[in-house]
């Protein structure tokens, strides 16, 4: 079964930069997959940050970035501000009409 | 201005059966591929399945095949999913999701979400 792993966690300081990622157990992830990013504060509904890679949602702000990083789906944050404060996660496109989800990195802003 | 709003969420008692709602609007519905994506408490997002615009192309996660059916009905302008056999691990807040239209496989717009427990 197809495990897509992000760090469990992360802490930035305000202004600071951080830069989370999403890996295959086996495999290297690529533009292919379609990678795109969501943005989870508790009791809410995700919010769609990035897809396809690199592009940004209607409305997200420039400080969000996504790439590939060494095999690996990345999303950056630059200049991080206390909302940023958040739960993220990656999701691939698998094909065959098969998505995952990624184990979720935990942001803390201070 | 899109809205998805889930229903039909509740206590359930292990073996038991729901039917859960997602009643769409502000876009025309049978353009779009839709899914079901839970979240169970304190844990990650896990997809769980897809139908296509029509309804005839319907895609599981390994986990939940056999006992959960996604279906539409596009004159209603509502995505469903019918749940048996429920199991405790099937607790979770469900969310419904629009996929985007164009070949970008991602999704777009997210419901508010409903809570099925699954408890004795």
């Known amino acids: 079964q197809t495990v897509v792993t992000q760090e469990p966690s992360f802490s930035v300081s305000p202004g600071g930069t951080v830069t989370l990622t999403c890996g295959l157990t086996?495999?290297?992830?690529?533009?292919?997959?379609?990678p795109s990013w969501y943005q989870q504060t508790p009791g809410q509904a995700p919010r769609t940050l990035i897809y396809?890679?690199?592009i940004r949602s209607s409305g997200v702000p420039d400080r969000f970035s996504g790439s590939i990083l060494a095999n690996k789906a990345a999303l950056t944050i630059t200049g991080a501000q206390a909302d940023d404060e958040s739960d993220y996660y990656c999701l691939l496109y698998m094909g065959d009409g098969i998505y995952v989800f990624g184990t979720g990195t935990k942001v803390t802003v201070l | 201005e899109v809205q998805l709003l889930e229903s039909g969420g509740g206590l359930v008692q292990p073996g038991g059966s729901l039917r859960l709602s997602c009643a769409a609007s502000?876009?025309?519905?049978?353009?779009?591929?839709m899914s079901w994506v839970r979240q169970t408490p304190g844990r990650g997002l896990e997809w769980v399945s897809v139908i296509s615009p029509s309804g005839d192309s319907t895609y599981y996660a390994a986990s939940v095949r056999g006992r959960l059916t996604i279906s539409r009905d596009n004159t209603k302008n509502t995505l469903y999913l019918q749940v048996n056999s429920l199991r405790a691990e099937d607790t979770a807040v469900y969310y419904c999701?629009?996929?985007?239209?164009?070949?970008?496989?991602?999704?777009?717009?997210w419901g508010q979400g409903t809570l099925v427990t699954v408890s004795s």
């Open positions: 396809s890679t690199n």
């Open positions: 086996s495999g290297s992830v690529s533009t292919g997959y379609y």
């Open positions: 999701a629009r996929r985007c239209r164009s070949d970008w496989f991602y999704f777009d717009y």
């Open positions: 502000g876009f025309t519905f049978n353009n779009y591929v």
